[in-house]
Nanobody
Framework: QLTLVESGGGSVQPGGSLRLSCVASGFSLEYYAIGWFRQAPGKEREGVSCISFDGATYYTDSVKGRFTISRDNAKSTVYLQMNSVKPEDTAIYYC??????????????????WGQGTQVTVSS
């Protein structure tokens, strides 16, 4: 059974940092693209960043230069390092697997396995 479990969320002040982790079980991460998404109250789920099977990365414009996605296939884990966070980064963050392709995509519908999410709250 393929499962994803996110952790690392919490409350942080503007300008602070958090590192989110996404641990996969039931399959090997190394063959798939992994995405981080977020959903704020009253808003649609949006793509934040993704990483392909070979380490190529993509970021939505609002997080470029602040967030970094990385993967450790040996640990079956994907990370999202969040620096210089802003109040508008407040959301539930989800990781997801694109099981039918190893390549980059920021489309929610392109991902078919999702974690349960972890809350990130940025406020002073």
């Amino acid at each position: 059974q393929l499962t994803l479990v996110e952790s690392g969320g919490g409350s942080v002040q503007p300008g602070g940092s958090l590192r989110l982790s996404c641990v996969a079980s039931g399959f090997s991460l190394e063959y798939y693209a992994i995405g981080w998404f977020r959903q704020a109250p009253g808003k649609e789920r949006e793509g934040v960043s993704c990483i392909s099977f070979d380490g190529a990365t993509y970021y939505t414009d609002s997080v470029k230069g602040r967030f970094t996605i990385s993967r450790d296939n040996a640990k079956s884990t994907v990370y999202l390092q969040m620096n210089s966070v802003k109040p508008e980064d407040t959301a539930i963050y989800y990781c997801a697997v694109r099981s039918n392709s190893p390549y980059l995509s920021m489309g929610v519908r392109d991902y078919d396995y999702w974690g349960q999410g972890t809350q990130v709250t940025v406020s002073s």
